[in-house]
């Protein structure tokens, strides 16, 4: 049997060591390839604007009317069902109204909400309950949903700074946050409740003496903030907010400015369900007329003039809201519009608890609310497709 020489193995040593600098090339190659996939691009000024755009003012602000809706708004409705005269139902109810409507609850829950549409991780997410809670009750008398918006913002973005680069995110995450968002929080919750406040005074004492220029005011600005991809129901929580009123004229001004912003936003959803029609049918009544008419935005932006007929139905629904029909609503439910009948919901609860019948509020709700928003929408609609300013399909979904 032969041997194999001692020249062939070093000639398989030589190939063994010649292969090593290929193994190292391409090992050189890989960092480079990966460098390569995480490099991005820079954002222009304008990209940057319209990313942060979207993410305070629209994805930020939807979750905070997300988070009120949870807690406040939901609170405020089962407490009608509190009136129920049995006592073990009404001992239940009322403890739970009474942990709903607590203000660290509202400002953990708005702290929550902006944290999860934010992308936020775990221990970001659980400070920013904390911090939600700081920024709500902040200053005399509590800053409100925008303490809350603002503090759980700030205390948010630091920790998605800090989150998952070090060992101990247990302690470093949540004491970014407080130390950040908490401190913002505290630091400005007094000035922003305090302009808030007067803010909201001046809107209800505008609406109290001047009910018509201001129920066409705000009817025809909150029903065009629904249909823009901006949270009308976050603004209307801000504005809206009753118990910071200092007298009894503010506060029935604020609950009919609210009343007319529901109005308003009825106008356009319902509205353009109904003018929308012959394009979208049943669904686009169902998507529009309980969902929203925020879906009309890409549209809204190719044909303007598609706007006009809810604007001219809110101009004209609006003050008769806040004169004739003495509207009311409170709070978050003054930008919700049809959605889901939240609108309809906070209605017949402030209005009731004001003393007005079922019966009575029933029919100014589907005549102000639904019946009306759709015949004027529908006759300026047909009015303008017969001018040829509305053509088909300017208002086909996708």
């Known amino acids: 049997m032969k041997r194999p020489s001692h020249n062939s193995k070093k000639g398989r040593r030589a190939e063994v060591k010649g292969a090593e600098p290929i193994r190292g090339a391409q090992s050189e190659q890989k960092p480079a390839k990966a460098a390569e996939k995480e490099a991005k691009p820079k954002r222009t000024f304008k990209e940057a604007l319209g990313y942060y755009a979207d993410r305070y003012f629209i994805k930020a602000m939807g979750a905070m009317a997300k988070g009120i809706f949870a807690s406040l708004l939901i609170g405020t409705i089962l407490a009608q069902f509190a009136r129920i005269p049995w006592e073990p139902l009404q001992n239940f109810l009322n403890f739970v109204v009474s942990v709903c409507q607590n203000g660290y609850v509202i400002g953990g829950a708005i702290g929550a909400a902006i944290a999860l549409a934010l992308g936020a ?188 007929p809810p604007v001219l139905a809110s101009a004209i629904l609006g003050p008769l809201g806040t004169t004739i029909f003495q509207m009311k609503n409170i709070g978050i439910a003054g930008g919700m519009g049809t959605c889901g009948f939240v609108g309809q919901i906070g209605t017949f609860t402030t209005m009731l608890g004001e003393g007005t019948e079922w019966w009575m509020i029933l029919i100014k709700v589907l005549l102000l609310h639904i019946v009306a928003p759709g015949l004027l929408a529908l006759l300026f609609s047909e009015l303008l497709r017969r001018i040829g300013w509305i053509k088909k399909n300017d208002m086909l979904l996708d």
């Open 121 to 308: 991780k775990t221990f970001t997410l659980c400070s920013a309950v904390v911090v939600g809670a700081i920024g709500y009750m902040s200053g005399a008398g509590g800053a409100g949903p925008v303490g809350a918006y603002v503090a759980a913002i700030v205390g948010i973005e630091f920790g998605r700074l800090v989150e998952g680069r070090t060992k101990v995110d247990i302690i470093v995450v949540p004491l970014t946050c407080l130390m950040t968002g908490g401190l913002i929080g505290y630091l400005i919750g007094g000035p922003l409740g305090t302009f808030m406040a007067w803010l909201s005074e001046k809107i209800g004492m505008a609406t109290y003496l001047s009910p018509i220029p201001m129920g066409i005011i705000i009817s025809v600005a909150l029903g065009l903030i629904l249909t823009a991809p901006i949270s009308s129901a976050a603004v209307a929580a801000i504005i809206f907010n009753i118990d910071k009123a200092p007298n009894a004229e503010v506060r029935t001004g604020m609950m009919l400015a609210a009343g007319a912003a529901t109005i308003g936003c009825c106008c356009h959803m319902v509205g353009f369900a109904v003018s929308s029609f012959r394009e979208n049918k049943w669904g686009g009544v169902v998507s529009q007329g309980l969902g929203t008419s925020m879906l009309q935005v890409p549209n809204a932006l190719k044909h303007p003039q598609i706007l006009i």
